[in-house]
């Protein structure tokens, strides 16, 4: 069933079983063998995913991964590769959730603190970690925007991209984004234990959550997620961007990490194509001569918190040493 999914309400605390989910509980006892979601279930339990992100943006803001993120470029005959391995911070932006347009941003964004780009030492931007994570300016989401496009400077490709991080999908989920979206319930799957649905997204609204700042055009948004029948919680999400130039897509693996109490990335797979020429028709890939394709795998590892002092200053990962110059 397709169901454009309104507002959430509030919720005391995820997990929590409210009168909306209370139908999702019978839903366990059937497994992943249980039908499709009518509308009345699917809006329940996109209604506990968002109570979910609501609350996952807060719990895991402040946590730094160590990120390993190998990318391989194929242009014609050509191959580049590159490895770039960082300190990967979470940070919440809830409070500048919408900007003056009107387009809905993500309340959790990854910035990458690198360190090491193939085997060689960097020292990049230290200090932008810490205004983002102690005081961000009056500027907001410009200052956002700024900070991921230097970034991802050291991407590979023509794409100009900064949304290759792996909470870019959860936006989507969020109680005043939903509305913005359609999605249908296609099935149970079984998820490191966990009973899952995969529910797809399409993205209906403008002006879009990702945008070509060149030629000032939307560019719809579409994906799957697996989300626990249960709590709510994300265990794999797809975000993918069809246009006329190329497409773009991340995939991303969740789990659990005990320690933290969160269900934190443990991989990503990104892949992104640039055609030479042409128009794309929606929902088909076309390769023209030409063209390139970068695909790239990031791994997270060594999850922990971002330390700050009472007097708001910040302790910086320790920076991991360099191999033998």
């Known amino acids: 069933m397709e169901a454009p999914a309104g507002a959430a309400p509030a919720a005391a605390r995820v997990g929590q079983v409210t009168p909306a989910a209370a139908p999702l509980v019978a839903l366990l006892a059937a497994g992943i063998g249980a039908p499709l979601l009518d509308r009345t279930l699917l809006e329940a339990l996109l209604s506990r995913a968002g109570e979910y992100v609501i609350a996952y943006d807060k719990n895991a803001s402040g946590v730094v991964l160590e990120e390993s993120y190998q990318q391989s470029l194929r242009r014609g005959s050509t191959v580049r590769s590159r490895l770039i391995v960082s300190d990967f911070v979470l940070v919440s932006l809830a409070d500048h959730a919408v900007d003056d347009s009107g387009a809905p941003e993500s309340g959790l964004l990854g ?59 959860l936006v989507v989920l969020r109680p005043q984004v939903q509305r913005r979206f359609a999605f249908k319930d296609k099935g149970g799957k079984a998820v490191r234990g966990r009973v899952a649905r995969r529910v797809e997204y399409e993205e209906k609204a403008r002006p879009t959550l990702v945008r070509d700042p060149v030629r000032d055009e ?17 265990l794999q999400s797809e975000f993918r961007i069809q246009e006329r130039r190329g497409s773009s897509s991340v995939a991303v693996e969740f789990r659990r990490d005990e320690e933290l109490g969160l ?27 030409g063209g390139e394709v970068l695909t ?30």
């Open 296 to 325: 790239a795998v990031a791994r997270y590892s060594n999850a922990r918190r971002f330390g700050v002092t009472t007097e708001e200053k910040v302790i910086a990962p320790q920076e991991k040493p360099g191999p033998p110059r």
């Open 111 to 169: 910035f990458r603190d690198v360190f090491r780009v193939d085997g060689e030492v960097v020292r990049d931007r230290e200090a932008r970690l810490e205004r983002l994570f102690l005081r961000p300016s009056s500027e907001g989401l410009e200052q956002v925007r700024e900070i991921l496009d230097e970034g991802a400077r050291y991407n590979l490709g023509a794409i100009v991209r900064n949304f290759n991080f792996p909470t870019v999908a």
């Open 218 to 234: 939307d560019q719809f948004s579409r994906g799957v997620f697996l989300l626990d029948l249960e709590t709510g919680a994300v």
């Open 263 to 289: 269900w934190l990335p443990f991989q990503m797979t990104e892949t992104n194509e640039t055609l030479a020429t042409g128009f794309v028709p929606s929902g088909t890939t076309v390769r023209v001569a």
